[in-house]
């Protein structure tokens, strides 16, 4: 008995290590989304959809991407601004939410980690305006597409072709002409992270405010939770047989 217990310590104890090393796995598209978008302000937030480890750099774009692929001609034009955020010392937990202040100022700042290498022109426009977030070896030279959100639509203000990600699913349009917009929906109901992505990517979840003076405007920042799950018939059985044996060997040692 002591080395079946053993052997189920090992087995727990690995388990435990393959789930941390799936979490301190890279970014892929959809692990972050937008939550809200200041044009007044210069400013936006996001959510963590995944667990960001500590001093990932996620870079942001409001150039214009061509449509090629990523290695092959794929580029975004120029004249407009690019920043990179460190996430900092810490992970960040999924369901946390980012916000940055005062984007296109030198007084930018983020609610976590820190924003670094500006430049060009950082104001976010109320339309006609696309911002991506990205992984990648330069604020210009992306390898992972993370979401973008665009003030109006992906077209000629900026394609998602050859980006991996798709308006509705793991990128967000709101209105064109709006000032602030953030997202209204749901923060505490879903079974996993992930199923928040297409609800942030669906403009029927955001409140669009339209033309108006909004800089002052402090968007929502409550962190995203997810709701317990029952656990299976089976894992219960498993988990009560496990229980039934630390029990007998208890008994078996007293005896």
Avoid at 50 to 65: K, P, Q, R, Y
Avoid at 117 to 132: M, P, R
Wanted: proline content about 2%; hydrophobic content about 45%; overall charge negative.
């Amino acid at each position: 008995m002591p080395g079946y217990l053993s052997r189920v310590s090992i087995a727990l104890a690995a388990a435990t290590l393959s789930i941390a090393a799936a979490n301190a796995a890279a970014l892929n598209a959809g692990d972050i989304a937008f939550t809200s978008f200041n044009a007044d302000e210069d400013g936006f937030s996001f959510v963590a959809l995944a667990d960001i480890d500590a001093g990932t750099v996620i870079h942001f774009n409001d150039n214009e991407w061509n449509g090629s692929a990523i290695g092959s001609g794929g580029a975004f034009n120029t004249g407009e601004g690019v920043r990179s955020w460190n996430s900092g010392g810490s992970l960040i937990a999924a369901g946390t939410v980012i916000r940055f202040s005062s984007y296109d100022t030198a007084a930018a700042s983020a609610s976590i980690g820190a924003l670094f290498g500006a430049s060009g022109d950082n104001g976010i426009n109320a339309t006609a305006e696309t911002i991506y977030a990205f992984l990648g070896t330069s604020s210009s030279s992306p390898t992972t597409f993370l979401t973008a959100i665009s003030s109006g639509n992906f077209g000629s203000n900026g394609t998602l072709t050859n980006t991996g990600l798709t308006a509705g699913a793991n990128a967000i349009a709101v209105n064109s002409s709006t000032d602030f917009a953030q997202y209204v929906g749901d923060r505490s109901s879903q079974s996993s992270y992930g199923a928040y992505r297409s609800l942030l990517a669906n403009n029927v979840n955001w409140n669009n405010l339209g033309d108006g003076s909004f800089e002052s405007v402090v968007p929502n920042t409550t962190a995203f939770t997810v709701a317990p799950v029952p656990l299976p018939a089976a894992a219960w059985l498993m988990l009560s047989g496990i229980g039934g044996l630390f029990g007998f060997a208890r008994r078996h040692r007293a005896a």
